[in-house]
């Protein structure tokens, strides 16, 4: 059982279905006191995080969304603020190699599994410009010419974080915004978002825009 902290969009098919189903019997064990897998290290970090880990699944709804697949299995509704878990089973960093391995002879995952530091940024920038524009200002100079040329674990770290952040809707306009200037003849910006996102998708697909296909911020977000 493993419930990942990367984006899903590194997921290859495999590994996002699989996430997704174990997500589903994690959240019965934690929420309704099944019994199952009560003790493993997985569902233990989740106790007490309800919030987040529905959080979490839209964030798989979304990127499953955009790879065309149909949910139809919500989870019930959680109230109440959003609080993630402390501790991470293995890093972000460490995640990143764990999915080197296991999907070595996979192609089916959206995003490359990124091979340095100005890598991770050009497939993280947006979603943080969305989350946090201060610190998308601060991180951009530092993985250029800075401490983040080359600290790929602390960075890793630092963008989980960042997309844990609650959002606001002028952020995100404004990240999708940026992201609109890569379409050819697009045309004005929609101002309804949900609008916005959509022409994004087909746009980028239809056009082959590889930057904004390995964008995690393409896949949406989820509203805390």
């Not at 599994?113 to 050009?122: A, D, I, R, V």
């Not at 601060?138 to 600290?151: I, K, L, N, T, Y």
């Not at 940026?178 to 959509?198: F, S, V």
Request: with cysteine.
């Amino acid at each position: 059982m493993r419930i990942w902290d990367l984006h899903p969009g590194y997921l290859d098919r495999k590994r996002l279905l699989g996430e997704h189903r174990e997500l589903h019997g994690l959240f019965n064990i934690v929420h309704l006191g099944r019994k199952g897998y009560a003790r493993h290290p997985e569902t233990l970090r989740w106790v007490g995080h309800l919030s987040a880990l529905a959080h979490r699944h839209q964030q798989l709804v979304l990127e499953m969304r955009l790879r065309g697949y149909r949910h139809q299995s919500p989870l019930p509704e959680i109230k109440g603020g959003i609080e993630w878990p402390a501790t991470f089973i293995n890093t972000p960093a460490g995640q990143f190699s764990l999915l080197g391995e296991k999907q070595a002879a996979e192609d089916s995952a959206r995003i490359p599994l990124p091979k340095s530091t100005q890598q991770l940024w050009s497939q993280y920038k947006y979603a943080v410009m969305a989350h946090d524009p201060a610190l998308y200002r601060e991180v951009g100079p530092e993985v250029a010419h800075g401490r983040f040329a080359s600290d790929f674990e602390g960075l890793a770290s630092l963008l989980v974080k960042c997309l844990r952040l609650p959002l606001l809707p002028g952020r995100v306009h404004n990240a999708l915004a940026h992201m609109w200037g890569y379409l050819d003849h697009a045309g004005a910006i929609p101002e309804d978002r949900a609008a916005m996102l959509d022409a994004l998708q087909r746009g980028a697909e239809e056009q082959g825009l590889t930057y904004l296909l390995h964008s995690t911020a393409l896949a949406g977000f989820v509203q805390g």
